[in-house]
Every structure is written in C-alpha cells, then in structure tokens.
C-alpha cells in the first residue's frame, strides 16, 4: 500500500479536528476524500504535508513510518501538495514560485540553467509553457494561472509519489480541467498517487478509483466510486439526504433596479448591457478571463469604466464603491482572501465591517451586537465554528465563503452582485447557498450572479447571459437554454 492513515488524531486547544481518521491509497490510485466543510479534509491534508503534526495515530509510506515535521521534509520523502488558496509570491517570476523552496544549486549558488529547465518541464506538464514568460510577476497572472502554477511546482518534485489536489478545478476553466484530468491520470498511470479533494462528484465520478467520507472528523466510509451512487455519496458526507437541490419559489420580477448601457471597463468588459429586476436572478455564464469579474467590478466601481452607465432605480451612479453602496447595492469578491475577508480577524468582527444592525442605536459598533448579528448568521448559514469570536483564518475555505457571503448580507442591499458564491463550498452547504438565494429573490431582492458551474446557473437563474471575450450576450430564460448548450456558446 502506498500510504496508510490509521486513527489519526488532532485538536486545536479545546476543538478537537480530527477523531480517528483512517484512510488506505494505492500506488497508482486516484483517490478521492470527500467530506462536508468542516469535516476535517484540510487538518488531514496539512498532517499528510508536514504543515502539521498529529496528536495520536500512525502514518504510513510505502510501508515504512512517516511523520513529517515540516513540508519541505514532507517533500522529500516524496508528497507535494496544491493547496485550494494557492500560496504565491506575487512579486516574484514565475520562474521563482515554481522553484520556491527548492531551487537546484552548484556548490553555494543558485544553478539558474537547471532551474529554467525544472520550471519549463513542470509547466509544460501542465500545458502552459508558452502561455505567459518565466520571468512574469505572478502577481500579473489572473487566478487560474496561478493555480496552474502551484501545480507545476508540486510538480516539479521529481521525487513525487502522493499529490494532494485540494479543490484544484474551483478556480479553471473547462478546458484547463481537462488538461487537469490527463495530467492526474498520466501521472496515476505512472504509479504516482493522487489524493483528490473535491465538492464537485461529477468530477469525482470521472477521474477517481477509490474514495474515503469524512464526517466530524471521522472517517466514516471508504469504497470503490464505481460502485457508488452520487446520492449515496452526498448522504454518506452530509450524514443525511439532501433533497431539492435548487429550490425555486413562485417568482414575479417587478421594476428594473439595475441596469446597464454600453459599459466598458478599462479593458473589460466592452459595452455591456443589461437589466436586472426586483425578484430575479440573473447569470452570467462564461470561461475564466472572459470578463465576467471585470463586469461586476466594473459596475461596482472597484475597477474604473472608460464608458457607459450604470443605473440604480433609473438613477446613474458612479464608479466609486460608496456610491453603490449608499444605493443599496453589494458585491461579493471571488478573491476572498485579497478582498473578502480580513483574515485576522473575528468572525464578529468581520461582519460587523458592513455596519448596519450590528451598529447600536448611536451609530456605535458594540461588540454584544457584532457577536449576536455573527450568531445569527452562523445559524442560518451553518458555519462551522467555534463562535463568533473565531478568527475566520482559523475556518476551512468553504466555511470562510460561508462569512464573506454573511458579510454581504448582513448590508440589507437591494442588489447582489455574487461572484462565485459556492466557490469552494460541498453539496449541502450548496443547497443551503440556492435555498437563501431563493429566498432572497422571492422577497423582491435583485441576484447578478456569476458562476463557472452551468449546473448551478441552469438550477438558480432565471435569465443568463452568456460572457465571451468581454462581450455580453443577451439574458435570455433559462427555459431556452442547456448546459451543452451555454458551453458551446461560451467558448465562441
């Protein structure tokens, strides 16, 4: 057996992450570790890469004991790991975060020949050596990239017998997954193990051999996927049956309370219009890098429009954040670590950065107030938390989404502009995610919403427009429309 996971222990303080999780991969396998946010993939994931060490419990490579003490030992002994949030150095070339920690030497000094070579391999492994130049800022790079990156340089271990792929399709494209999916089965092929953390099943049905269930820390099922169904899948991670995935209550649009004439960003997007009512949800489908994060920050005035209008209830407002949100108008940021969330802080703290009813009657933020507007929403939207004294860099991403969309709520806006909002969220934290967005339409609020899953666009919306190369096509019923259909479309 490749490697072996037995009663792995951990807690942090008083909260306990892990319970007894065992788990036993392959050579050759790819295999899939599902679970609910919170269920403890991330704490197994940073025990198996050095990031962390276990409490009680045995871990097992190749047959022989292995407890990394840090990840560059973890490394060596031949695991590498892509992280959901990848970690980059934005100031440094590409070259550079592909080498970062590892870079080849001769004697005392960096070998810079053997490098370009490491790092041409490894991106050409993940078919994007001639995309962008070695020596690019990261930072320059559009979030996809730079997970391509991060991949290339788990990659770049010649040494590498597991890799561990947490959520690596949240932030790629069709066709940058399917390149994903030939890369992890050529490597599987070559005897290399992958352990495949991922809330989507259909990929899970495609691409894994094998699959380990956690649920509260404990692993609670393990079998072949081929003889699994998707449901008996979802209820063994939920610990219960998730039914209607996409609620849709009776909902009848009213006035226009946004719309768009001929918007054009600095680069995106390029004369979009649209009108959005009261009590609808429209999409906008399209590849990454066609400019549909352009579009939202453009008309929420966080990137600046070289032309068009944006109109709220009849009224043009301009590109300055402030405005918008003086009209009742919210975003919510993709980036959820650069522009979501401030880490370091509560999970209080960070809803009560939007003010509102978190604010006492005298305009002052009271931190009985910040707590109990964070355990309503806690509540409602299921984060899996300690409390609301938290600090959200403590939280798994998906629960982290969870805050960030709490945030936005907490505004009372008219108007959503949601940005991936599931990114990174497993299937019953989903359904909670459509239930609310349901909701919210049905009590007249306004959802623009952005999503790369056309299953999520076709189940939620009721128009979608579709994005290609900056250029907005009409909203149209999602009646009219298929998921083959909205992809054909988006690749132009």
Same mark, same amino acid.
């Given at each position: 057996?490749?490697?072996?996971?037995?009663?792995?222990?951990?807690?942090?303080?008083?909260? %306990?992450?892990? #319970?007894?999780?065992?788990?036993?991969?392959?050579?050759?396998?790819?295999?899939?570790?599902? !679970?609910?946010?919170?269920?403890?993939?991330?704490?197994?994931?940073?025990?198996?890469?050095?990031?962390?060490?276990?409490?009680?419990?045995?871990?097992?490579?190749?047959?022989?004991?292995?407890?990394?003490?840090?990840?560059? $030992?973890?490394?060596?002994?031949?695991?590498?790991?892509?992280?959901?949030?990848?970690?980059?150095?934005?100031?440094?070339?590409?070259?550079?975060?592909? @080498?970062?920690?590892?870079?080849?030497?001769?004697?005392?000094?960096?070998?810079?020949?053997?490098?370009?070579?490491?790092?041409?391999?490894?991106?050409?492994?993940?078919?994007?050596?001639?995309?962008?130049?070695?020596?690019?800022?990261?930072?320059?790079?559009?979030?996809?990239?730079?997970?391509?990156?991060?991949?290339?340089?788990?990659?770049?271990?010649?040494?590498?017998?597991?890799?561990?792929?947490?959520?690596?399709?949240?932030?790629?494209?069709?066709?940058?997954?399917?390149?994903?999916?030939?890369?992890?089965?050529?490597?599987?092929?070559?005897?290399?193990?992958?352990?495949?953390?991922?809330?989507?099943?259909?990929?899970?049905?495609?691409?894994?051999?094998? *699959?380990?269930? @956690?649920?509260?820390?404990?692993?609670?099922?393990?079998?072949?996927?081929?003889?699994?169904? %998707?449901?008996?899948?979802?209820?063994?991670?939920?610990?219960?049956?998730?039914?209607?995935?996409?609620?849709?209550?009776?909902?009848?649009?009213?006035?226009?309370?946004?719309? &768009?004439?001929?918007? #054009?960003?600095?680069?995106?997007?390029?004369?979009?219009?649209?009108?959005?009512?009261?009590?609808?949800?429209? !999409?906008?489908?399209?590849?990454?890098?066609?400019?549909?994060?352009? &579009?939202? %920050?453009?008309? *929420?005035?966080?990137?600046?429009?070289?032309?068009?209008?944006?109109?709220? $209830?009849?009224?043009?407002?301009?590109?300055?954040?402030?405005?918008?949100?003086? +009209?009742?108008?919210?975003?919510?940021?993709?980036?959820?670590?650069?522009?979501? @969330? $401030?880490?370091?802080?509560?999970?209080?703290?960070?809803?009560?950065?939007? !003010?509102?009813?978190?604010?006492?009657?005298?305009?002052?933020?009271?931190?009985?107030?910040?707590?109990?507007?964070?355990?309503?929403?806690?509540?409602?939207?299921?984060?899996? /938390?300690?409390?609301?004294?938290?600090?959200?860099?403590?939280?798994? !991403?998906?629960?982290?989404?969870?805050?960030?969309?709490?945030?936005?709520?907490?505004?009372?806006?008219?108007?959503? &502009?949601?940005?991936?909002?599931?990114?990174?969220?497993?299937?019953?934290? +989903?359904?909670?995610? *459509? +239930?609310?967005?349901?909701?919210?339409?049905?009590?007249?609020?306004?959802?623009?919403?952005?999503? #790369? *899953?056309?299953?999520?666009?076709?189940?939620? /919306?009721? %128009?979608?427009?579709?994005?290609? +190369?900056?250029?907005?096509?009409?909203?149209?019923?999602?009646?009219?429309?298929?998921?083959?259909?909205?992809?054909?479309?988006?690749?132009?």
């Amino acid at each position: 057996m490749r490697l072996e996971l037995s009663e792995l222990h951990k807690s942090f303080g008083a909260a %306990r992450a892990l #319970s007894g999780v065992s788990l036993a991969a392959s050579p050759g396998a790819v295999h899939a570790v599902l !679970g609910e946010n919170g269920a403890g993939k991330s704490t197994l994931m940073k025990l198996l890469s050095g990031a962390e060490r276990p409490d009680a419990g045995e871990l097992r490579l190749d047959g022989a004991a292995f407890r990394p003490t840090s990840p560059e $030992a973890a490394r060596r002994a031949g695991v590498s790991i892509v992280y959901q949030e990848p970690l980059f150095c934005a100031d440094l070339s590409v070259r550079e975060n592909v @080498l970062l920690g590892h870079e080849p030497t001769r004697g005392p000094f960096i070998d810079a020949r053997s490098g370009t070579r490491i790092a041409t391999r490894a991106l050409e492994q993940v078919g994007v050596a001639s995309t962008f130049g070695l020596d690019t800022p990261l930072g320059r790079l559009s979030p996809a990239d730079r997970q391509l990156v991060s991949i290339a340089r788990a990659l770049s271990n010649a040494n590498c017998k597991v890799l561990i792929l947490d959520e690596p399709t949240s932030a790629l494209t069709g066709a940058d997954t399917e390149r994903l999916f030939g890369i992890v089965r050529r490597l599987a092929n070559d005897g290399v193990t992958v352990l495949y953390i991922s809330h989507f099943l259909e990929e899970v049905e495609r691409i894994a051999s094998e *699959y380990t269930v @956690l649920r509260d820390g404990r692993s609670v099922a393990a079998g072949r996927v081929a003889g699994t169904t %998707r449901d008996e899948l979802v209820s063994l991670m939920a610990g219960r049956t998730v039914t209607e995935l996409f609620p849709r209550s009776a909902r009848t649009p009213g006035e226009t309370v946004l719309e &768009l004439r001929e918007l #054009s960003g600095r680069r995106l997007p390029r004369l979009a219009n649209l009108n959005l009512r009261r009590g609808e949800v429209v !999409g906008v489908a399209g590849l990454v890098g066609s400019g549909r994060t352009e &579009l939202l %920050r453009a008309i *929420y005035g966080l990137d600046s429009r070289s032309a068009g209008q944006v109109l709220v $209830a009849g009224t043009a407002v301009p590109a300055r954040p402030v405005a918008l949100s003086a +009209r009742k108008v919210g975003l919510l940021s993709e980036d959820r670590k650069g522009e979501g @969330l $401030a880490e370091g802080l509560s999970i209080a703290e960070n809803i009560a950065l939007s !003010g509102t009813s978190t604010l006492s009657p005298w305009g002052l933020a009271l931190p009985a107030h910040s707590r109990n507007a964070a355990q309503r929403w806690i509540d409602k939207l299921g984060v899996r /938390c300690r409390g609301p004294e938290q600090k959200v860099r403590a939280l798994s !991403g998906g629960n982290q989404q969870k805050v960030a969309l709490a945030r936005l709520l907490e505004q009372d806006v008219d108007v959503l &502009l949601l940005d991936e909002p599931t990114r990174g969220i497993d299937v019953g934290s +989903r359904a909670d995610i *459509y +239930r609310l967005i349901d909701e919210l339409a049905a009590r007249g609020k306004a959802v623009l919403m952005v999503s #790369s *899953y056309m299953p999520e666009l076709i189940g939620v /919306c009721d %128009r979608i427009a579709v994005m290609v +190369r900056g250029k907005l096509g009409r909203a149209r019923p999602v009646s009219e429309l298929t998921e083959h259909g909205l992809l054909l479309e988006a690749t132009g």
